[in-house]
């Protein structure tokens, strides 16, 4: 069954208190949060609870939040693995390989001697 709102006077848009906006925010933003489910459960629209989190970002670091870059890398072994990662189990030298593990499983490997703004451009168009 569909719902409606109905908005009488001459006021027709609702005001949010910066209280209740950062309490939406901090829902919003938790981990695992689906942003369509916050904005349900609040009754606005996906559209707003977006525009709130982008101008949210923006204000934390408005030049850094969006430009790509490189973190430095720590070599391991993964837990539970006896082999170096970058050996292949007939111990010769494998090619270095970085693999970054994105939101939803998406992987994306990349290879020794990538060009930076090649890794610098997918990495941009995944996000």
């Not at 719902?3 to 309490?23: C, F, H, K, N, V």
């Not at 977006?50 to 850094?64: F, G, N």
């Not at 490189?70 to 292949?88: C, I, Q």
Request: aromatic share 4%; proline share 7%; no cysteine.
């Amino acid at each position: 069954m569909a719902q409606g709102m109905l908005i009488t006077g001459t006021e027709r848009r609702r005001r949010w208190s910066d209280a209740d906006r950062a309490r939406i925010l901090t829902e919003a933003f938790a981990l695992g949060a689906v942003a369509s489910e916050v904005a349900r459960r609040h009754d606005i629209s996906t559209g707003l609870l977006y525009t709130w989190r982008k101008r949210a970002l923006e204000r934390l670091s408005p030049a850094s939040v969006w430009e790509p870059r490189f973190l430095p890398a720590v070599l391991g072994a993964p837990e539970g693995s006896a082999t170096p990662p970058l050996m292949h189990s007939s111990t010769t030298p494998a090619s270095p390989v970085i693999e970054v593990v994105l939101k939803k499983g998406v992987r994306v490997r990349i290879e020794a001697g990538m060009p930076d703004a090649a890794i610098a451009a997918t990495l941009k168009a995944l996000l």
